[in-house]
């Protein structure tokens, strides 16, 4: 299998950030642009891809905090140590917004 780490694209980048309106998906901050990472909503070493699909806009914290795993395991872990309804309306949005917006075509 091939496990080699596709690259996220400046285009791609952008895209997403776009989609998620430069706010991290998971705890809802607004960041520079500059601050903001992608993230692999399910970890690259888990099967997930570098597509549009897949890459969420997130902050720093949210990033280090969710570490290699999907969002459903971290949903999972964090369960344990609190208050759910959090999540499970993250959960909601990301899948919602993965369906209805689109990236735009680049303009030549
Ligand atoms: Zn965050």
Redesign the pocket.
């Known amino acids: 299998m091939d496990t080699k780490r596709e690259p996220v694209t400046p285009y791609m980048r952008m895209a997403v950030m776009g989609r998620d309106e430069h706010v ?1 998906v ?4 607004t960041e520079e642009e500059s601050k903001l990472q992608i993230d692999h909503a399910i970890p690259v070493s888990k099967g997930g891809r570098s597509n549009f699909e897949n890459l969420v806009t ?2 720093q ?2 990033n280090y905090w969710k570490g290699n795993r999907t969002v459903e395991e971290w949903d999972a872990d964090e369960q344990k140590l609190h208050d759910r309804s959090l999540f499970t309306a993250l959960l909601e949005r990301i899948k919602k917004r993965s369906k209805n917006k689109k990236p735009r075509k680049k303009k030549s």
């Open positions: 991290c998971y705890c809802g901050t997130c902050c914290h949210c």
